[in-house]
């Protein structure tokens, strides 16, 4: 036999590729180990995909995979826009992330392949495509018999608003494992708490004296008064639905990026701006009243008092028009005048 002949070395060559391709391509002890290894090098334990991650992973390993991946799909040019409020979401999802792995750090290493994931549009658009994910937020269920992206079960787009509680409940449908009791950080570091404690020691003596003495912002009536109009201001500008609905306080105009909506038509929704620009002509109306009730009838000049109480009047009117006429414009119902029918 000739060893030029191109057909006898091909011949020869094919079982040595088909045993190289078997070395070379991972077990499922391999993945595991790996989906191990990358979430111990996240402090939250969230492991960051891309489209070379995503077909390692899920599209070129057998079904049944060992290991289930919770994913998170995530946009930074959308991070901005604070309807999505995906910044939130993602630290919310982290929380979850680490609440499970921390839950479960002591039990069987079944317990631990469960593996929370995200994915960045802008890195990985194939993936989005392959998931077939559309709108944001969005997150996926890829269990061990899934055998495509598609076929993943997504959360439903109502149980955001719970954040990391929905979330977690997600999690324990899917995989029928306990995510745990969710552990945020506390609001004030242990440093600052004693950092915090050691000022308080030190000016104990001094705020004692000036409480003895009377001398203190707290027994000073100009404090108690801008606290009155704060409050004022606080309850007319509608602050507390703000918080509680988590309002933004302006929208980006999706027809014109460069232009911002302070103010937003239709009864069912208030921006943060309408709110205040609403609350700060009440608390006009209000300091006029009361600078009308207790300053101004200590006149003694006639003339100035009714000059001066003219002015307050048209300044009272112009705000509560201002007030009306944004009502108007918002809900589409008109106010107007009844008059007497003497008068007509």
């Not at 709110?275 to 009361?290: E, N, P, Q, S």
């Amino acid at each position: 036999m000739d060893p030029r002949n191109p057909l006898l070395l091909l011949f020869l060559a094919i079982p040595a590729l088909i045993s190289l391709s078997f070395a070379t391509s991972p077990s499922a002890d391999d993945l595991v180990a790996e989906l191990e290894t990358l979430r111990a090098q996240s402090p939250s334990g969230v492991i960051h995909l891309d489209d070379r991650a995503v077909s390692r992973f899920l599209t070129s390993t057998p079904v049944p995979r060992p290991y289930s991946l919770i994913i998170f799909f995530d946009a930074s040019q959308l991070r901005s826009k604070p309807d999505l409020h995906l910044t939130q979401l993602r630290s919310e999802f982290a929380l979850v992330s680490s609440s499970f792995t921390d839950h479960h750090a002591s039990s069987p290493a079944a317990s631990l392949r469960v593996f929370f994931c995200d994915i960045e549009f802008q890195e990985s658009q194939a993936s989005f495509s392959l998931f077939g994910v559309t709108a944001l937020p969005h997150v996926r269920y890829v269990g061990p018999h899934h055998h495509s992206p598609r076929d993943s079960e997504s959360m439903d787009q109502s149980g955001f608003s719970r954040l990391a509680e929905s979330m977690a409940e997600f999690v324990e449908a899917k995989t029928k494992l306990p995510v745990g009791p969710i552990v945020r950080p506390p609001p004030i570091s242990p440093r600052q708490i004693a950092f915090l404690a050691v000022a308080l020691l030190i000016s104990a003596p001094f705020l004692i004296k000036r409480i003895l003495e009377g001398d203190t912002m707290l027994h000073d009536r100009r404090f108690w008064m801008a606290l009155a109009v704060f409050v004022y201001f606080f309850s007319v500008a509608g602050t507390m639905h703000n918080i509680i609905r988590k309002m933004p306080m302006f929208l980006q105009d999706r027809n014109d990026p460069d232009r911002l909506i302070f103010f937003y038509q239709g009864s069912g929704m208030q921006l943060g701006a309408e709110g205040f620009a609403v609350g700060f002509l009440y608390t006009i109306v209000g300091l006029i009243v009361a600078f009308a009730t207790h300053v101004l009838v200590r006149l003694r000049n006639t003339t100035a008092q009714r000059g001066v109480m003219l002015v307050v009047m048209l300044v009272a009117f112009w705000a509560v028009k201002k007030v009306i006429h944004l009502d108007n414009w918002k809900t589409g119902y008109s106010v107007h005048a009844f008059w007497p029918t003497s008068w007509r």
